[in-house]
């Protein structure tokens, strides 16, 4: 069965743009969470979300959003690029909400802000 | 707040050994916690999940254990091999079902 698919693998933006990055999870899996890593802050939670709608928020700015479509694919926003985004952006996909449920994690996009 | 350590930032080992990687969090009120691997320029693959109510789980070469009450948790790798060397990294979950995520270790297996 196929994985978690992120899409596009490689970005590379300038300052003040905007990207969106896709992540489309494992069939059947209705849970998306995404993550920023970077060197010196390392793994950050960045927001959840389960049938259609955000269930959790990281402590990012406003400049972060994302949305989930009903087939459960998610995509995540960020406007106004800065240098400091730049970073490997994974995505993971879960079966279902919850503590007993393991998270599958997408290759990742790695996005450089020149 | 949640923190997650693990020490050691970084460990090299000659192929065969058995190792031990510590991850150690504050708060004891986890839902669970879980253990990944990540290759360089790679996402994260699951290796174990330890709900906050069992005391380890085992696959393979890999035992995973956890002590809430000591805010620890362990990973144990037998008989390692060059194929094991990766960064190993541990997540706890909290009541919001966020992962809160340690630095990870940067494993070397020697051949």
């Known amino acids: 069965k196929a994985g978690v698919t992120q899409t596009p693998r490689y970005l590379i933006k300038t300052r003040g743009q905007q990207v969106t990055l896709s992540c489309s999870p494992i069939?059947?899996?209705?849970?998306v969470s995404w993550y920023q890593q970077t060197p010196g802050q390392g793994l950050q939670f960045l927001f959840e979300?389960?049938?259609?709608?955000?269930?959790n928020k990281g402590n990012f700015p406003g400049r972060f959003s994302g949305r989930q479509f009903s087939n459960s694919r998610s995509e995540m926003n960020v406007s106004t690029l800065e240098l400091g985004d730049s970073a490997l952006y994974l995505c993971?996909?879960?079966?279902?909400?919850?503590?007993?449920?393991?998270?599958?994690f997408g290759q990742g996009t790695r996005l450089t802000v020149v | 707040k949640q923190e997650v350590t693990q020490i050691p930032a970084a460990l090299s080992v000659p192929e065969g050994e058995n190792l031990v990687l510590n991850c150690s969090f504050t708060?004891?009120?986890?839902?669970?916690l879980q253990w990944f691997r990540q290759d360089p320029g790679k996402g994260l693959t699951s290796l174990l999940l330890i709900q906050s109510s069992q005391r380890e789980q085992t696959s393979g070469r890999l035992n995973a254990s956890l002590d809430k009450s000591s805010g620890r948790s362990t990973l144990y790798i037998a008989a390692s091999q060059p194929g094991d060397s990766a960064t190993y990294l541990c997540a706890s979950m909290d009541s919001n079902y966020q992962l809160i995520w340690g630095a990870g270790t940067k494993l070397i297996i020697k051949p």
């Open positions: 979300y389960f049938s259609e709608t955000q269930r």
């Open positions: 708060d004891s009120a986890i839902y669970n």
């Open positions: 993971a996909s879960s079966l279902v909400r919850g503590p007993g449920t393991e998270a599958f």
């Open positions: 069939s059947g899996h209705r849970s």
